[in-house]
């Protein structure tokens, strides 16, 4: 088996190409046996939800309702700041503030 180093999004990973799963014994973390089929099947699942973007917050499979809105540079700047001090992204903010009015 020869093995290359290719870059993927610069990232080194060393290619350790071709192995026969149906007549290796390649186990995944969970100690079950990796075959031909279930790698096929993991691939599909893996390139079904490639460029999908963050998980669904409404369900799995589904895609999350957007809201845009213009607010005042004072307000974004503050946002931005209240963010970044607590280490959580503008929009989960937003998400509870939102939340908190609609309890009100």
Do not use: F, W
Request: proline share 4%; net charge negative; charged share 35%.
């Amino acid at each position: 088996m020869t093995k290359k180093t290719v870059r993927i999004d610069n990232t080194e990973v060393i290619d350790g190409g071709s192995i026969d799963l149906d007549a290796e014994d390649v186990r995944l973390a969970d100690g079950t046996l990796l075959t031909e089929a279930r790698a096929d099947e993991l691939a599909r699942e893996v390139l079904h939800a490639a460029g999908r973007g963050r998980p669904s917050l409404s369900a799995p499979g589904h895609r999350s309702p957007q809201l845009r809105l213009a607010i005042p540079e004072r307000m974004r700047d503050e946002l931005e700041a209240r963010a970044q001090a607590e280490h959580r992204s503008v929009s989960e903010l937003a998400r509870e503030a939102l939340d908190r009015y609609l309890a009100s």
